[in-house]
């Protein structure tokens, strides 16, 4: 059987706040974040309907959050798609925070 799907691969764009998943050079997602504090706030993540019931949401964040604990930051799961990825992977429970209503102010005024 030949497989023809290429390996996806994330990447962190500091300059636009985000991770971005890329199959065959096209982007099929991002999750994008604000620093806060030592945390990393996800605010949205977004999988292009082309790309959609490929799994890449779930390797997306996997990777974003992984990057979050080689970087020494925490986790704040605003974005409802990170929010229920950590509820099936405890493995991150050690490095997330709770969303607060301090956070959600802080996250309306940071953004444009």
Not at 3 to 13: D, F, G, L, M
Not at 72 to 92: N, Q, T
Request: aromatic share 8%; proline share 5%.
């Amino acid at each position: 059987m030949t497989q023809n799907a290429s390996t996806p691969v994330v990447e962190r764009i500091d300059a636009k706040h985000r991770y971005a998943i890329r199959v065959d050079g096209a982007t099929a997602g991002f999750t994008v974040y604000r620093d806060r504090d030592g945390q990393r706030v996800f605010y949205h993540t977004e999988i292009d309907d082309s790309f959609a019931g490929q799994g890449l949401a779930s390797v997306l964040v996997t990777e974003a959050l992984n990057d979050v604990r080689r970087s020494g930051m925490r986790i704040v799961p605003v974005c409802p798609y990170v929010a229920k990825y950590l509820k099936k992977h405890d493995e991150f429970a050690d490095i997330t925070d709770p969303v607060t209503p301090e956070i959600l102010q802080w996250l309306r005024g940071e953004q444009p």
